[in-house]
């Protein structure tokens, strides 16, 4: 067991419906970790009464978090963040494409596969929903490279018939196949699970998303990722292509893909209908906030979604998104409100991090065991330690309160704040994180 020593904020409480003062912090907190999970929780000297032979981890110098959330990132973009200019459809083609067809080489999609991983624990995600790749052998490679770092990862092979270039088309035969295959060999294996994962409507016919419905009800615990209403080109070319669909979301729906295990990004542009619908069915929506401003997708009306009750969580879309690190993403959906003015939703600093922690735990299905930092939850946490004189580490010897430390944090916070990143209690990024195997590149 150990005895940890910091100030620990996090929010069981939602802020987006109860206020700021969800915000649990907590100055001088121990939390005592046994076998990966929190079990005990109190002022410092409280537990290390109860518990005076445990080991003392002194985190003081810096802030502990729970463990980032992202729900929706994309493993094969991580050599092509950055390709600014252009918008979706013409950035899919020139760009993020070309490079997923390189995944068919075994060797380039392993390396990629621990880049992705590392890049993303190194930002302090902890769980997080991955698009897959559109070979089942890239695919396999990021679920054995989550499983090698101890990444909490639900992801998919991906999979289109139509618009893509033609290394990445497959059929609704070969894809539940290959779908199932994966699915029995990862879903529910450690911290491992499986996503049906259609590209987008737009790269689906009708019979491949009928291949991934009948997937999806292989197990009741599968989990449905795809995108949804991001660009008005894309939007407007799905409309052409489902003719019998009342709207994109519908084109998912009426194959019975759209339920309370469905995470659907960006939809910036919903109708009325379809946030309905997805209240309704309780699926939950990824919010990219770097993307959507990177690719021009447009402002996120996240008041609309709230107000119809719908589930949002936070998304960095790598590579469109600018980065894995899901401060980024909150001050960037901070942004995005202000600029909206009346119609923004006031997001404070407790709302931020809800949304880059439990939020994205409750859309993922998995907040009993992650999401806060309460007795009974993993120990899944981020050690937020900026190095002495950077910009960060001033303005926090100079904060007035949690709140203003927390805004601070999604302000100036980088993965290089990041000090230290624990899965189930164990050091996956930081100081005593195990160091990797070498690359197997000589190996192919
Ligand atoms: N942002 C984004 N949108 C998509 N829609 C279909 N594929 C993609 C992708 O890779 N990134
Ligand atoms: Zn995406």
Not at 213 to 223: F, G, I, Q, Y
Request: charged share 20%; with cysteine.
């Amino acid at each position: 067991m150990t005895l940890y020593r910091a100030a620990v904020m996090d929010t069981p409480r939602d802020p987006l419906v109860e206020g700021p003062d969800a915000l649990r912090a907590d100055a001088d907190a121990g939390l005592l970790v046994r076998d990966g999970v929190v079990a005990a929780r109190g002022p410092f000297a409280a537990v290390a009464a109860a518990h005076p032979e445990e080991e003392v981890v002194d985190l003081r110098a810096g802030v502990l978090l729970p463990g980032f959330v992202d729900t929706h990132v994309h493993y094969p973009q991580v050599r092509i963040i950055g390709g600014l200019g252009m918008p979706l459809l013409d950035w899919l083609t020139s760009c993020a494409l070309p490079e997923e067809a390189r995944l068919a080489d075994a060797a380039h999609a392993r390396a990629v596969a621990r880049e992705f991983v590392d890049g993303l624990v190194r930002a302090g995600t902890t769980t997080a929903l991955v698009f897959g790749s559109h070979f089942p052998g890239a695919t396999d490679a990021v679920f054995a490279a989550a499983e090698a770092v101890g990444l909490r990862m639900t992801a998919g092979l991906v999979v289109g018939d139509r618009f893509l270039p033609e290394p990445l088309l497959t059929t609704p035969d070969a894809a539940l196949a290959h779908g199932r295959a994966l699915l029995e060999k990862w879903h529910g294996r450690g911290r491992l699970r499986y996503a049906v994962t259609p590209r987008f409507s737009l790269s689906t016919s009708d019979a491949m998303l009928e291949a991934c419905a009948e997937l999806l009800a292989a197990r009741e615990d599968v989990w449905f990722t795809s995108h949804l209403n991001e660009n008005p080109t894309e939007i407007e070319e799905v409309r052409r292509l489902f003719p019998g669909a009342g709207h994109y979301l519908d084109s998912y729906h009426q194959h019975g893909l759209v339920t309370a295990r469905s995470v659907l990004a960006h939809n910036v542009h919903p109708t009325a209908h379809e946030l309905e619908v997805l209240a309704g069915t309780g699926a939950a929506v990824a919010h990219c906030p770097t993307s959507n401003c990177s690719l021009g997708s447009g402002l996120f009306p996240l008041a609309a979604h709230l107000d119809a009750g719908v589930r949002v969580a936070l998304g960095s879309d790598v590579g469109a998104g600018s980065g894995f690190c899901l401060l980024k993403e909150g001050l960037q959906a901070y942004f995005v409100q202000r600029l909206l003015g009346p119609h923004g939703v006031d997001l404070g600093p407790a709302a931020l991090l809800h949304l880059a922690t439990r939020a994205g735990a409750l859309a993922l299905g998995l907040s009993d065991q992650v999401g806060d930092l309460a007795v009974g939850k993993q120990f899944d946490a981020v050690w937020v330690r900026p190095q002495p004189g950077t910009t960060l580490d001033v303005v926090l010897r100079h904060g007035a309160d949690a709140p203003d430390a927390l805004a601070k944090i999604f302000t100036l916070g980088t993965p290089s704040d990041i000090a230290v990143v624990w899965v189930a209690g164990r050091t996956v990024s930081g100081p005593s994180a195990p160091v990797p195997p070498p690359l197997p590149l000589e190996a192919a």
